[in-house]
């Protein structure tokens, strides 16, 4: 079962969304009239699979309140339902799935919202099949912060910290990294490197600042391509 978190200081809306996500059934739903309520339990630990936020409330705001989420969780789906259109390019920073006006009808919020839990469970499915001396290790793609060659080994840092390394390549990087390339999350900013963009933090100075720590390089003659590429990952482009 789904669980999903819906937050609006909006007594109203609260009860509409609550009641409509109640009919359909299928959910496990925890509802917030305080985001800042919301955030000191995401802070402590606790997971949504799909986050229903206002825009517009009293601190943490609602795009406040979805970078606190992304500090602990990189691939829950993040929707906003707001009366407010001018904060929609403010959203593309947590890399909200959608961003609905009000009124939101039964219909709309069904539709939608089954659309980004179908594609984010996709996501999540997706499993890079590591050799390493100890066997087979099975990483979720969205758990892998970036892969790099390393004395002649692939070996890939997770959300975690940890330090996953294969066994010696028989093959170019290139080609060990194949299964992560097709996926629009990964970019190769250099020969010995592949990242997942959904980790960085900031671009400074030709690297990429992650958000784990430490930093990646950007080939200087590939720089302005990766850049592009990039900034249209992080404002919707290939979401």
């Known amino acids: 079962m789904y669980q999903i978190a819906v937050c609006d200081d909006d007594a109203a809306e609260r009860a509409k969304i609550e009641g409509f996500l109640r009919s359909f059934g299928g959910y496990d739903i925890s509802v917030y009239a305080e985001s800042c309520k919301l955030a000191e339990e995401t802070a402590n630990g606790k997971m949504f699979d799909v986050y ?49 006006s009000k009124p939101v009808s039964r219909e709309l919020l069904y539709r939608e919202l089954n659309m980004a ?21 099975p990483i979720p793609f969205h758990l892998i912060v970036y892969c790099e060659s390393e004395s002649r080994c692939l070996v890939c840092l997770t959300e975690d910290g940890r330090k996953h390394t294969g066994l010696t390549l028989r093959v ?10 097709g996926d629009e999350r990964f970019i190769r900013p250099h020969t010995s490197f592949l990242v997942n963009m959904d980790y960085v933090s900031e671009i400074i100075d030709g690297y990429f600042v992650m958000k784990t720590g430490g930093k990646i390089p950007i080939a200087q003659k590939k720089r302005q391509q990766i850049i592009n590429e990039y900034t249209e990952y992080f404002f919707g482009g290939k979401r």
Do not use: N, W
């Open 52 to 100: 229903l936020l206002d825009v517009v409330m009293p601190k943490p705001d609602g795009i406040e309140l979805g970078s606190i989420i992304r500090e602990t969780d990189e691939s829950a789906v993040i929707m906003y339902l707001t009366s407010h259109k001018d904060r929609a390019f403010d959203a593309f920073s947590v890399r909200a799935t959608q961003y609905l």
């Open 117 to 137: 839990i179908c594609a984010a469970q996709e996501k999540k499915s997706r499993i890079l099949f590591l050799k390493t001396k100890t066997g087979i290790k």
């Open 172 to 181: 170019p990087f290139d080609e060990a990294v194949m299964p992560l390339l």
